[in-house]
Structures are given as C-alpha cells and as structure tokens.
C-alpha cells in the first residue's frame, strides 16, 4: 500500500488561489503515473491533471489555463497550483499514482485521503 499525502485544501472565494501539496515515497515518485483527480457532490470522480513518466502533463479543458501540475523532485511531491477558482471547482481533491495510460482514472490504483476545496 502506497502512502501518498495530501495538504494545502480549504475555504476560498471565487478567484481566488490555492496549491495543493502530495508527498508520496521516493520509490515511487516519476516512477508511475501521476496525477490529481477530484470528485464534487453527487459527480463521478474526475481527472483534473496528469503527468506521465516522461514529464508530459495533460490537463481537463475545464482547468486549462488556471490550474499547473507540478513536481518537485528533491522533496517528493506533487502540487497543483490553482488560479482563478471558480465555485464550480468545489470538490474533493485527490492525488494518485497508477501505470499508463495516465489520462485514465482506472489507470490508478494508489489514491491520497483527499483534501476538500470549498469555493464560494
């Protein structure tokens, strides 16, 4: 089982900013598939952004141009920094890891506790 720890959620207005933080193993990390997905009230869970083992990301065309994956190797962990939030982006986030192909939910198999996002 595969530890991955998630911070940095909570309340903000429309507009405004977060980053959220996912410290996972070094063993792991870049090794796999990683990526944040999110699941608000009564939605399916959703991919939000994706980074394969090459360093390509691929990004929901509802997030496009306000959220950026990224990945600090030295520490181990995953962020996403996301601008411009809209109320619409209300929701459980989660970071996770799996094998390709990395755009696919199914595709991952080791998920974060979730952190929740409220925007309002």
């Known amino acids: 089982h595969v530890q991955l720890v998630e911070s940095g959620g909570g309340p903000v207005q429309a507009g405004g900013s977060l980053r959220l933080s996912c410290k996972m193993p070094k063993d792991i990390f870049s090794t796999y598939c990683m990526g944040w997905f999110r699941q608000g009230p009564g939605k399916e869970r959703e991919g939000v952004a994706t980074?394969?083992?090459?360093?390509?990301?691929r990004y929901a065309d509802s997030v496009k141009g306000r959220f950026t994956l990224s990945k600090d190797n030295a520490k181990n962990t995953l962020y996403l920094q996301m601008n411009n939030l809209e109320v619409e982006d209300t929701a459980t986030y989660y970071c996770?890891?799996?094998?390709?192909?990395?755009?696919?939910?199914?595709?991952?198999?080791?998920w974060g506790q979730g952190t929740q996002v409220t925007v309002s």
């Open positions: 980074i394969d083992t090459d360093g390509s990301t």
């Open positions: 996770a890891t799996g094998r390709r192909p990395c755009v696919m939910v199914s595709s991952y198999d080791s």
